[in-house]
C-alpha cells in the first residue's frame, strides 16, 4: 500500500498535502460484504458515482470492470460528468480479504491534484460492513492551485457520492 497505509497520515501527511478520511455504515452481514467487497474491486465507488471509468491493464489493454476485477497496475482514466479534464490514476495496491477489500491508487501526470486515495469495506467481526476512504492530495497543476477552492468542493462531494455508491450496488 502507498502513503495511504501510514497509521499516522492524518496526523502527519507528506509535506505539502492535505489528509483527508471519512467513514461510512453500509450495512450488516456476509452478503453484503461479498457483493460490496466485489463491486469495489471493479471499480464500484468510482462508477457508482456517475464518474465513467476507462480502465488499461499493465500492457495497456483496454478491460471492462463487469468482466474482470481491477489489479495492481492497471491505470484508468476517470472522466467527472461533462467535465472536459481526464483524470490519470494507477492502481498501487489491492488488498481481497475475507473481511477486508481496498485499493489504493496514485495520481498520474495529468491529474488535476497530486496523491493517493485508498477505497476500502471493512467487515467487523459482529458483521457491521463498513466503506473507508482515506487520502491525501494538493493541486497537481499550476492552473489547479488558482481554482482549488473549487477542485476542493469537487473533491468533497465525490467522497460523500462514493460512500453512498457501494449500497446501492444491491
Known amino acids: 500500500m502507498g502513503a495511504t497505509g ?3 497520515l492524518m496526523q502527519k501527511p507528506p509535506r505539502g498535502f492535505r489528509p483527508d478520511e471519512r467513514w461510512g455504515v453500509l450495512g450488516r452481514g456476509d452478503e453484503l460484504f461479498e457483493r460490496v467487497a466485489d463491486d469495489l474491486l471493479r471499480w464500484g465507488m468510482q462508477r457508482g458515482s456517475g464518474i465513467r471509468v476507462a480502465a488499461r491493464d499493465d500492457a495497456g489493454n483496454a478491460y471492462d470492470p ?3 476485477r ?3 497496475g492497471d491505470t484508468a ?3 467527472i460528468g461533462r467535465w472536459p479534464v481526464d483524470v ?3 492502481v ?10 481496498s485499493f489504493t491508487y496514485g495520481t498520474l501526470t495529468g491529474h488535476p491534484e497530486s496523491g493517493e486515495e485508498l477505497f476500502e469495506v471493512v467487515r467487523d467481526r459482529d458483521g457491521l460492513v463498513r466503506a473507508h476512504l482515506r487520502a491525501f492530495s494538493r493541486p497537481g497543476r499550476a492552473l489547479a492551485w488558482f ?4 477542485l476542493r468542493a469537487v473533491q468533497e462531494a ?3 457520492r462514493y460512500l453512498e455508491a457501494l449500497p446501492l450496488t444491491r
Do not use: I, K, Q, W
Open 66 to 68: 463487469d468482466r474482470r
Open 70 to 72: 481491477l489489479r495492481v
Open 158 to 160: 465525490y467522497s460523500r
Open 147 to 150: 481554482g482549488y477552492p473549487v
Open 6 to 8: 501510514h497509521p499516522d
Open 77 to 79: 482514466v476517470l472522466r
Open 92 to 101: 498501487l495496491a489491492v488488498v481481497d480479504e475475507p473481511d477486508r477489500a
Open 88 to 90: 490519470p490514476v494507477r
